[in-house]
């Protein structure tokens, strides 16, 4: 059942006062805080036997099933900012980012643990609304919260632990793939690091995404509200359609690499063929001069990349069509000494400048 989150009073101010000042989380106090978190979250499966409230939630696991468990951290100012980040957007996007590994996976997302660093100064307004968001992916989804953590921090700190199930012959690994099978991806390619792009040549006012330009406000918010692709998932799982997939966080080039290096194995991809949508094709030569790299390294599109046997290809593509979700042959697995190579129409190679996103690297 929706919660009223329209209502702030609940912490607003002390009963009796009429300051119309924000409350600030010093005001409510850890224990404070964690008693409200328990009161918004319903509990929505009836496996978990124990949740927030004890020093670990306790699940009663389905029969035949193995457990999949992700994690992801989000820390202000290297993968958001608060002058242009909301937090309604930031709280779905926080839960988003987990389920597409679970998404890659094959498997379908059951619980969650949210942990949070906190900066004395944030106003309870923040968290409420930014909590707002995560309880709207929850009730999509079907996720309950059963426990996490919360701390002083000087950057706003935040980790979400998703945990999911699937069937012990329907897990897909990033290994697997082998000579000879299609590689394909979900959705389209660059959006979401191209939204990105804009907001910081426009010194990050989201407000532009409002100015009537329907391409900008759909980049912008493909940055902030990325689409997470369950759905496919489970359909090329249960179908056996995949033989390796992953989900694109840091990018094409970099977590194709990974699929290689798991299942040892080389690649080669048409940049013809790699699906961009309108909105990009159109704004993308404004904003960079090679304006294909952001479709090739640019990360935070979350969708699938996947590989499948050719004997499989023209099955997987129907079932898409027949469900109506977007799927497109990119390139095709070889011999690992090919290495991983972006082709041309005409045969010639293509080097992007970035090979995708490192944390640790610095950028050129």
């Given at each position: 059942m929706r919660?009223?989150?329209?209502?702030?009073?609940?912490?607003d101010a002390p009963r009796g006062s009429k300051s119309k000042k924000p409350v600030e989380l010093k005001e409510i106090g850890e224990f404070g805080l964690i008693s409200w978190i328990r009161g918004k979250m319903d509990l929505r499966d009836s496996n978990i036997a124990s949740g927030i409230g004890d020093d670990a939630a306790v699940i009663t696991p389905p029969k035949r099933c193995v457990s999949l468990v992700t994690t992801d951290i989000l820390i202000e100012d290297t993968h958001f900012r608060l002058d242009y980040t909301d937090?309604?957007?930031l709280g779905k996007k926080a839960l988003?980012?987990?389920l597409s590994d679970i998404a890659a996976m094959g498997g379908t997302p059951q619980y969650f643990l949210l942990s949070m660093g906190l900066p004395l100064h944030l106003p309870f307004r923040w968290i409420e609304e930014?909590?707002?968001g995560v309880q709207q992916v929850a009730e999509e989804y079907n996720l309950s919260l059963i426990g996490g953590d919360t701390s002083l921090a000087r950057k706003l700190t935040i980790n979400v632990t998703l945990i999911g199930r699937g069937k012990a012959g329907e897990v897909i690994y990033r290994k697997g793939a082998q000579a000879g099978d299609q590689i394909m991806v979900t959705g389209t390619l660059g959006n979401a690091a191209l939204g990105l792009r804009i907001l910081k040549s426009h010194k990050g006012d989201s407000s532009i995404s409002r100015a009537g330009d329907s391409?900008?406000?759909?980049?912008?918010?493909?940055?902030?509200?990325p689409t997470s692709r369950i759905a496919e998932g489970r359909l090329i799982a249960k179908n056996h359609l995949a033989s390796a997939m992953i989900d694109i966080s840091d990018g094409l080039m970099a977590d194709l690499g990974h699929i290689l290096e798991e299942s040892h194995a080389g690649a080669k991809i048409w940049i013809s063929q790699l699906p961009l949508s309108?909105?990009?094709r159109r704004k993308a030569p404004q904003y960079i001069s090679r304006d294909i790299d952001l479709a090739i390294s640019g990360g935070e599109?979350?969708?699938l990349l996947l590989t499948t046997p050719r004997k499989k290809g023209e099955k997987l593509l129907g079932l898409f069509r027949q469900s109506g979700l977007k799927i497109t042959p990119i390139g095709e697995i070889v011999d690992p000494r090919y290495g991983l190579r972006l082709l041309l129409d005409d045969g010639r190679e293509y080097t992007p400048r970035r090979k995708g996103h490192d944390h640790f690297k610095k950028p050129r």
């Open positions: 919660r009223n989150w329209g209502n702030w009073g609940e912490f937090p309604l957007r988003s980012i987990n930014f909590f707002h391409d900008l406000a759909e980049l912008i918010e493909k940055h902030f509200s309108e909105a990009y599109d979350y969708e």
